[in-house]
């Protein structure tokens, strides 16, 4: 669904430039939406790559180009919760995507983000075996389930685009089964506890994995005010 958030930039510092006018922000949660700056466009595709994809088969009226903006999962060893980075390349289904190259570089200015290869896939990578193998096939360093589908949408419409993720969950750590979302990217609690009255044993890791999605939302939140 896309969303006009209401309010007016601030006049005292220089617009960010991940936000620039006629940018379409893809996320997968409320949550993330709910960090941009007042008046960004933004689309909320409840983590489903199939109605994102719905979303973007026709270009958006008004829109210059396409952002990806979010949680990331890590994949390589060593990749550090809260790492905030910015896609050089996304490895999706369909091939290699590249962003626009002096776009990004102006975020990486702005926010302090790592440039790096990250990987857009379809399906949840839920388990640091899942991880392991996505990391060798790509090589890249995080993974999300808006970039690939974003990027496959900017090539189709000729469109440029940027990837600005935050890492949440790192690549040795699983995702509780129990972890659902309604399809407006909120939490489905009846869901959640459903799951945790069939796998208790869950709720820490979901515990771990709400504080880690926390800090990387205060990592984000940071990067789009900066």
């Known amino acids: 669904m896309t969303q ?17 006018p006629g940018t379409l922000v893809v996320v997968g949660l409320a ?10 466009r933004v689309l909320v595709s409840g983590a489903d790559p199939t109605r994102l994809a719905r979303a973007l088969d026709s270009r958006p009226a008004g829109v210059e ?16 919760r809260g790492a905030l980075l910015a896609a050089e390349a996304v490895v999706a ?7 626009d190259p002096a776009w990004t570089a102006e975020i990486v200015a702005r926010t ?6 990250l990987a857009g896939s379809e399906a949840l990578a839920p388990d640091a075996a899942v991880k392991r193998a996505l990391h060798a096939a790509t090589r890249a360093l995080a993974v999300d389930m808006e970039s690939g589908v974003m990027a496959r949408a900017a090539a189709r419409h000729g469109l440029p685009f940027a990837v600005l993720r935050a890492v949440a969950d790192r690549a040795e750590e699983s995702i509780p089964r129990a972890a ?6 909120r939490p489905d609690l009846p869901r959640v506890l459903l799951g945790l009255l069939r796998r208790p044993w869950e ?24």
Do not use: C, W
């Open 31 to 40: 949550s993330e939406a709910r960090l941009l700056p007042p008046g960004a």
């Open 180 to 185: 659902a979302l309604t399809p407006e990217g």
């Open 203 to 226: 709720l820490p890791a979901l515990i771990r994995l709400g504080r880690a999605s926390a800090a990387a939302h205060a990592v984000l939140r940071q990067a789009a005010s900066a």
């Open 4 to 20: 006009q958030r209401k309010g007016v930039p601030s006049q005292a510092a220089p617009p960010h430039p991940a936000f620039a």
């Open 93 to 99: 289904a369909g091939g290699i995507f590249l962003p």
């Open 65 to 80: 180009r396409l952002l990806s903006f979010g949680l990331a999962g890590g994949l390589a060893p060593g990749v550090a």
């Open 112 to 117: 302090g983000a790592l440039p790096a290869v």
